[in-house]
C-alpha cells in the first residue's frame, strides 16, 4: 500500500510561485512512490477555533463544519508538506486558522495524553515546509517557521527538511530559479522515500 502524503496550500494565488514550488514537491513525492492528497486551505470550509475547549475532554470540535474531514486526513498521513508564502512576519490567515482548529491533536497528546498518533506511527510522520517570502530581510522565516514547528509537534509529525526562498519581490517568478524548484523536487521526492522506506 502506497504511503500518503498530505500537501497543504496556505496560498490564496493559485499558479503563483508557492503553487509552482509544491507542485514540484508533490511531484518528487509520487515519483518516489507516495500518494498525494493536495489541501487548498483557502477554499477549505473550515471556521477559526472559538476556544470553547470541548476538545479538552471529548476528541472531536464542537464547531460543525468540514474540519473533521481534514482532521482525518491529518491522522492518516504518513508525510506533510505545507507549502505559504510569508505574511506579516507569520503565515496568512487561513492556514493558520486551519492550524488553530487542530487544537483536538493538542489536546489529545498534552491535556489527555492519549495521542491521536499512535507511537510507531508517528516515528515515521514526516514534514517538508516551503516558505517563500517577498522581502530580503535576515529574520523574515522566524516566526513561519515557529509557528510551522509548533503544528509538527502537536500533529506528531516531525519537521525534517525547509526550503525558504526570500527576495521574491526581486525575484519575481520562480521559474528563473531552476535551482530552487529542482530543490523542492529532491526534498518532495526525499520526504516520500523516507517515509516509504521506514514502514
Not at 502524503?5 to 509552482?20: E, M, P, R, W, Y
Not at 503544528?151 to 525575484?171: K, P, S, W
Amino acid at each position: 500500500m502506497k504511503k500518503k502524503i498530505v500537501a497543504l496550500f496556505g496560498s490564496n494565488v493559485f499558479g503563483g510561485n508557492t503553487d509552482k514550488l509544491l507542485n514540484e514537491a508533490i511531484r518528487g513525492a509520487e515519483e518516489a512512490g507516495c500518494s498525494v492528497e493536495r489541501v487548498d486551505v483557502v477554499q477549505a470550509n473550515i471556521s477559526g477555533c472559538r476556544q470553547i475547549y470541548h476538545c479538552m475532554e471529548k476528541e472531536t470540535c464542537v464547531i460543525r463544519d468540514e474540519a473533521e474531514k481534514y482532521f482525518t486526513l491529518l491522522k492518516e498521513a504518513d508525510g506533510i508538506i505545507i507549502a505559504t508564502p510569508v505574511m506579516t512576519y507569520g503565515i496568512p490567515g487561513h492556514l493558520k486558522s486551519f492550524m488553530d482548529r487542530c487544537q483536538p491533536f493538542y489536546m489529545a497528546k498534552y491535556h489527555r495524553k492519549n495521542s491521536f498518533i499512535t507511537p510507531e506511527h508517528a516515528k515515521i510522520r514526516k514534514t517538508l515546509f516551503i516558505c517563500i517570502s517577498g522581502m530580503n530581510t535576515p529574520d523574515v522565516f522566524i516566526g513561519p517557521v515557529l509557528t510551522a514547528k509548533a503544528f509538527c509537534q502537536i500533529i506528531d509529525a516531525g519537521y525534517v527538511d525547509e526550503l525558504l526562498q526570500n527576495d521574491m519581490d526581486t525575484i519575481k517568478d520562480i521559474a528563473t530559479k531552476p535551482e530552487v524548484l529542482k530543490a523542492a523536487y529532491e526534498k518532495g521526492r526525499t520526504l516520500g522515500e523516507a517515509v516509504t522506506k521506514a514502514r
